[in-house]
Structure formats: structure tokens, C-alpha cells
């Protein structure tokens, strides 16, 4: 937590003086950063950061579809209606035209 250097600091004495309802909006302010996530029996969250070098992704790849086209600018796999021109007979998507 960062501090303020340039605050005036609190005696022993003031900190007697804070009042009930400014200690319990405190706590409440502290309740409400606490980050709650929601995890399914079994899930562990991982932190950032963490090393992930022995996980292994899995995930079912689809082949391209017949509405579909590669741009031959950026390589990606969009929908028909995405498509901006032909240059040389390689198709172009929208963003890649701009």
C-alpha cells in the first residue's frame, strides 16, 4: 500500500478520537476491495504470473468453412461479410483495407 509522506500523521492520541461509524466505514471499504471469484469444485486460481510451462491447452480446432476467408494481410479466418476487396487475387478483410 502506498503512503503519503506529505500527510499529516496521526498521534496516539488522535487515533482515540476516530469515531464508531468511521471505523466501520473503513472496514466496509476494505470488505469491498476484496475480490471474490467464483470457482467450480475442483478449479484452483492461478496467479499471475505463474509459471505454466507443464499445463497443456486443449482445445478442438475447426476447419475453415465454406463462408469463410484467410486474409493474406493478417492471416486470420473471417466471415464473408468481413471481406473488403481482392489485391493480386489474395482476399482482404475490412480491417486490413482501412
Do not use: W
Amino acid at each position: 500500500m502506498a503512503t503519503d509522506y506529505d500527510s499529516p500523521r496521526k498521534t496516539d492520541d488522535d487515533l482515540g478520537e476516530d469515531s464508531l461509524q468511521e471505523l466501520q466505514a473503513r472496514r466496509a471499504d476494505k470488505a469491498a476491495s476484496i475480490i471474490d471469484e467464483d470457482l467450480d469444485a475442483g478449479e484452483v486460481a492461478e496467479l499471475p504470473g505463474a509459471d505454466l510451462s507443464n499445463e497443456e491447452l486443449t482445445f478442438r480446432v475447426v476447419p475453415r468453412q465454406a463462408d469463410e476467408f484467410t486474409c493474406s494481410r493478417c492471416f486470420l479466418v473471417h466471415h464473408r461479410s468481413q471481406l473488403a476487396t481482392e489485391k493480386n487475387g489474395q482476399p482482404v478483410c475490412r480491417e486490413c483495407a482501412a
